[in-house]
């Protein structure tokens, strides 16, 4: 069974810094797409960064320049810095993934980390 260990939440002061990171472990094949996404209160999911492919790198608009995506194997970095109190929200890691070679595609979803900027 693929699992997903988020890590690095919590609350900063605007203009500070957090790391969050996104672990996979289990039986993976190969990998499409890891990425965060968050939701705000009241708000819908949405893609803040993502590594697809192995090498090409999405960013929402709101946070290029501040928000670093990486990936070293099967963990993911994201690098937030500069936060904004417009960041707050839950973080979810999401993987799009095969278990084994010409099989389906799937797509598992982190329980999501806090992510609290405010002074």
């Known amino acids: 069974q693929v699992q997903l260990v988020e890590s690095g939440g919590g609350l900063v002061q605007p203009g500070g810094s957090l790391r969050l990171s996104c672990a996979a472990s289990?039986?993976?094949?190969?990998?499409?797409?890891m990425g965060w996404h968050r939701q705000a209160p009241g708000k819908q999911r949405e893609l803040v960064a993502a590594?697809?492919?192995?090498?090409k790198i999405n960013y929402a608009d709101s946070v290029k320049g501040r928000f670093t995506i990486s990936r070293e194997a099967n963990t993911i970095f994201l690098q937030m810095d500069n936060l904004e109190p417009e960041d707050t929200a839950v973080y979810y890691c999401?993987?799009?993934?095969?278990?084994?070679?010409?099989?389906?595609?799937?797509?598992?979803w982190g329980r999501g980390t806090q992510v609290t900027v405010s002074s």
């Open positions: 590594v697809l492919n192995g090498d």
């Open positions: 289990g039986r993976i094949f190969a990998i499409s797409s």
């Open positions: 999401n993987l799009v993934f095969q278990e084994r070679f010409r099989g389906a595609w799937d797509a598992l």
